[in-house]
């Protein structure tokens, strides 16, 4: 079982930053695709920010475009979630996650399938809780 490990959340007033991060057994980059999620009290999870290893490429959720920024420091087995702006909708559960291999997606091309709705990463971390507010 690989077990991925949150940290660095906690309580940010609106418009302060926060680094997440995730620790990772083994190579993160011999994962497929690694990512950040998140849900919000009532909300179902959605994708944050995902990056293809194999191709380099960086994607990101509307509402993180431009806020946030994914980052890997693979000598550390590490991966990085850098939120600035934060603002109240952004609370919630944040997870990271990796997956083992592309999958069955014909429908979906690389490197996007790393970002695609449908597309089951493998392992997740527990969790950890960011919460904006004054």
């Known amino acids: 079982q690989v077990q991925l490990v949150e940290s660095g959340g906690g309580l940010v007033q609106p418009g302060g930053s926060l680094r997440l991060s995730c620790t990772v057994p083994g190579n993160i980059l011999d994962y497929y695709c690694i990512g950040w999620f998140r849900q919000g009290a009532g909300l179902g999870r959605e994708g944050i920010s995902a990056i293809s290893t194999k191709y380099g490429a960086k994607f990101y959720a509307a509402p993180a475009k431009g806020r946030f920024s994914i980052s890997v420091d693979d000598a550390n087995h590490t991966m990085h979630l850098d939120m600035t702006s934060l603002k109240s909708l952004d609370t919630a559960v944040y997870y990271c996650?990796?997956?083992?291999?592309?999958?069955?997606?014909?429908?979906?091309?690389?490197?996007?399938?790393?970002?695609?709705?449908?597309?089951?990463?493998?392992?997740w971390g527990h969790g950890i809780q960011v919460a904006v507010s004054s």
């Open positions: 996650a990796v997956s083992n291999s592309r999958g069955d997606y014909p429908e979906v091309s690389d490197p996007a399938i790393c970002f695609a709705v449908n597309y089951k990463y493998d392992h």
